[in-house]
């Protein structure tokens, strides 16, 4: 077996746990970053400002003399909260209208299609940086701003899988028992489609926590000193000529966590696909 | 086909229609009084009565909508608050740069990932195939603003190949194409991933089909039958993702603005945002919204160019 073959089954077989394992160790380290963190991540140190990676500072530290590794660990936390609870929120909202939609089809249905691809016509990114814009920049309005652009997205699956699910026979059956139209959409169509939403919904944590970085990144996240993934980028930018691996670890954080969600949703996908490749 | 073209731009009228309402509402949501927020909490009251004025905002809602969607017949977008010039030319002077970064990273994106795609599905499971699966890997997980960051440390401050500064009033052709390599790279890379991935299951789908058997049976070239007798298959998915993403495109495009400090729309709208400039918000949104259908209806007549069987259905 060549070396190239055994990479590309552990690809085709392990992505899954390779991203898994990423995530779940990206997730651990946020959640005992006050344990782990070296420093305190607002503390200054007027004394060692644009500091090199060393032994102290291992991620170096940045224009007010503050530990990067600890702003990185620290910054996990609100980047990983924010694409969990703005993902969650996002999906069971448009999972439940996209349910209704597709259930009952009719006018409402229609309108509800057409006011998706209204939507869904605006870059996320955009929308996101519109809504924050509008809404002011806290924790709580980055995750309604991050949850609305997933909104459609998950109207429109559902409601396409939901049509779907409407024309089968156990639908009838389930209407012959006489159970009632809630009965039948959560707790007969809904578990049937539920696979296809929660790998979707894998990829757009992917996203969610892309699009939470760029706002930071932008300077539409939570306002500082708190540490963020993107604004702590932002500051290694704002420092790039005179110290580049600032924005490199943070970088480096961001896409890891990106490749293990990425890994996570292609490895559910192909495992839930019964055509698999 | 001309008929097939008018009747999908028919088609592009009322989707505009909705579009340009979402925009007037989203912009009139923004809580407090804008006059407020345009001239700060200091000002007299007579300033904001006449901004108030100015604005049109002591009109009935209906009436504003009115005149909003009259003005954009008549093709005027108002004039920016903060600079009082007409918005068509802020724009106009900032999209050139735009086009040329996204038509440049479509031709990245294409460039790279058809060959790249086709090649994976020629050697399933070969080298070609495995790199091309962790290379779209990378690439949909890139955000562009830590490619942008990454590239410009590397290629840029490091090794010094290209400009830290995209700047547009490079002299010579040559420096101009060379400030312009980064950013459609860093652009393109999201563009080479999902066109590779769809490249590479479509032709996986099209060299199992029984025509190209027949083909390769009948003695062609094994180059005609993959170019001409399975690709041919794979243009429509493949104009879909491109068509699809200019939109994901333009919001990085916003990224690769920043970091690399280029002019253009993205920049514009981080600038309309951070001075509160609603009405140049408003139109910048409208220009992006007008761009996204504009993409979607070339899209669709695009099909019809590649497919035959499209026009006709």
């Known amino acids: 077996m060549s070396a190239s073959t055994i990479l590309q089954r552990s690809l085709r077989s392990g992505g899954l746990v390779t991203g898994a394992v990423i995530v779940v160790a990206m997730i651990a380290l946020a959640c005992a970053a006050p344990l782990v963190a070296p420093y305190d991540p607002n503390a200054q140190d007027v004394l060692s400002v644009l500091a090199d990676p060393s032994a102290a500072h291992w991620f170096g530290t940045d224009q007010f003399g503050r530990d990067v590794l600890s702003r990185v660990l620290w910054g996990a936390r609100i980047s990983l909260y924010v694409g969990f609870v703005s993902t969650s929120a996002g999906v069971a909202i448009g999972t439940v209208i996209g349910v209704i939609s597709g259930y009952y089809g009719g006018i409402v249905d229609r309108l509800i299609v057409a006011a998706t691809d209204v939507l869904l016509s605006f870059p996320q990114l955009i929308m996101g940086l519109l809504l924050v814009a509008v809404l002011g920049a806290s924790l709580t309005n980055l995750i309604i701003a991050i949850a609305v652009t997933a909104v459609p997205a998950f109207i429109r699956m559902a409601r396409g899988s939901t049509l779907t699910m409407r024309e089968r026979d156990f639908v009838d059956a389930c209407r012959a028992l006489g159970y009632g139209d809630l009965r039948i959409m959560f707790l007969h169509v809904l578990p049937n489609i539920l696979d296809e939403i929660v790998v979707m919904a894998s990829l757009w944590m992917a996203s969610a926590i892309r699009t939470e970085s760029t706002l930071a990144f932008i300077g539409l996240s939570v306002p500082p000193p708190t540490a963020t993934w993107g604004g702590v980028v932002r500051d290694g930018f704002d420092n790039l000529l005179d110290a580049p691996w600032l924005a490199v670890f943070p970088s480096l954080a961001i896409l890891a966590v990106m490749i293990g969600l990425n890994l996570m949703g292609d490895g559910l996908r192909d495992a839930s696909d019964p055509k698999g490749k | 086909m001309i008929r097939f073209i008018i009747k999908r731009m028919l088609m592009a009228i009322p989707i505009?229609?909705?579009?340009?309402?979402?925009?007037?509402?989203?912009?009139?949501?923004?809580?407090?009084?804008?006059?407020?927020?345009?001239?700060?909490?200091?000002?007299?009251?007579?300033?904001?009565?006449?901004?108030?004025?100015?604005?049109g905002l002591n009109e009935s809602i209906l009436a504003q909508y009115?005149?909003?969607?009259?003005?954009?017949?008549?093709?005027?977008?108002?004039?920016?608050?903060?600079?009082?010039?007409?918005?068509?030319?802020?724009?106009?002077?900032?999209?050139?740069?735009?086009?040329?970064?996204?038509?440049?990273?479509?031709?990245?994106?294409?460039?790279?990932?058809?060959?790249?795609?086709?090649?994976?599905?020629?050697?399933?499971?070969?080298?070609?195939?495995?790199?091309?699966r962790i290379f779209s890997l990378v690439g949909v997980s890139f955000p562009a603003f830590v490619s942008a960051i990454l590239l410009l440390i590397g290629f840029a401050i490091q090794l010094r190949w290209f400009p830290v500064i995209s700047s547009p009033r490079d002299n010579s052709i040559l420096e101009h194409l060379r400030a312009l390599v980064l950013p459609s790279i860093n652009l393109g890379l999201l563009m080479v991933a999902y066109v590779t991935r769809v490249t590479r299951s479509g032709m996986l789908k099209a060299l199992g089909e029984d025509y190209i058997r027949t083909a390769r049976s009948k003695g062609l070239p094994h180059?005609?039958?993959?170019?001409?007798?399975?690709?041919?298959?794979?243009?429509?998915?493949?104009?879909?993702?491109?068509?699809?993403?200019?939109?994901?495109?333009?919001?990085?495009?916003?990224?690769?603005?920043i970091v690399f400090n280029r002019p253009g729309l993205g920049k514009l709208i981080v600038t309309a945002l951070n001075q509160r400039d609603y009405t140049l918000l408003q139109g910048l949104m409208v220009v992006t919204?007008?761009?996204?259908?504009?993409?979607?209806?070339?899209?669709?007549?695009?099909?019809?160019?590649?497919?035959?069987?499209?026009?006709t259905s």
Not at chain 2, 35 to 46: E, F, N, W
Not at chain 2, 234 to 254: E, F, H, R, S, W
Not at chain 2, 292 to 304: H, K, Q, R
Request: net charge neutral; charged share 15%.
């Open chain 2, 16 to 55: 505009l229609w909705a579009v340009l309402t979402t925009v007037f509402m989203l912009v009139r949501v923004v809580p407090g009084d804008p006059t407020i927020i345009i001239l700060g909490d200091q000002a007299s009251q007579a300033a904001r009565d006449q901004l108030r004025q100015q604005l």
């Open chain 2, 223 to 257: 180059r005609l039958v993959v170019w001409r007798h399975a690709f041919r298959n794979v243009l429509v998915p493949v104009v879909t993702v491109v068509g699809l993403y200019l939109g994901v495109l333009i919001g990085n495009a916003v990224l690769t603005e």
């Open chain 2, 66 to 132: 009115g005149d909003f969607l009259m003005q954009i017949l008549h093709g005027d977008l108002g004039r920016s608050l903060t600079t009082n010039r007409p918005i068509l030319h802020e724009v106009a002077a900032v999209l050139p740069f735009t086009i040329e970064l996204t038509i440049a990273s479509l031709i990245v994106g294409t460039l790279i990932g058809v060959p790249l795609g086709v090649l994976a599905a020629e050697r399933r499971d070969g080298f070609a195939d495995w790199f091309a």
């Open chain 2, 289 to 311: 919204a007008f761009a996204i259908v504009l993409a979607n209806m070339l899209t669709d007549i695009t099909y019809g160019l590649v497919d035959p069987r499209v026009k």
